[in-house]
């Protein structure tokens, strides 16, 4: 019996620790940013986890808000070349950017 006891003893705090450190490693994840609509579509703008890269979610305007992205883009530095991609490509608007 004290053999398992001590097994208990030292398995439990093992595999709490494990735990921990694998879900501390797997709890980072992406952040929703922004969101918005132009032409016939809507986007979701999001950040990875250390804000260094940014790309779009983009869905038809009548989609479902549950259904799967229509299109997912590349990554962007910045907030501001995502926003610019959507609004040149899927809004139609007619900036100076979008010749660029």
Same mark, same amino acid.
């Given at each position: 019996m004290k053999l398992i006891q001590i097994l208990k003893l030292a398995v439990i705090p093992v595999l709490s620790v494990l735990s921990f450190v694998s879900t501390s490693n797997t709890a980072l994840a992406d952040y929703l940013n922004s969101q918005g609509a132009g032409g016939n579509y809507r986007y979701? @703008? *999001? $950040?990875?986890?250390?804000? $260094?890269?940014?790309? @779009?979610?983009? *869905? @038809?305007?009548?989609?479902?808000?549950?259904?799967?992205?229509?299109?997912?883009?590349?990554?962007?530095?910045?907030?501001?070349?995502?926003?610019?991609?959507f609004d040149c490509n899927y809004a139609e608007k007619n900036l100076s950017e979008c010749s660029q």
């Open positions: 979701e @703008l *999001w $950040s990875t986890d250390d804000n $260094s890269n940014y790309y @779009l979610k983009i *869905w @038809l305007y009548e989609a479902s808000p549950t259904s799967s992205p229509y299109s997912t883009t590349p990554e962007f530095d910045s907030t501001r070349e995502a926003l610019i991609y």
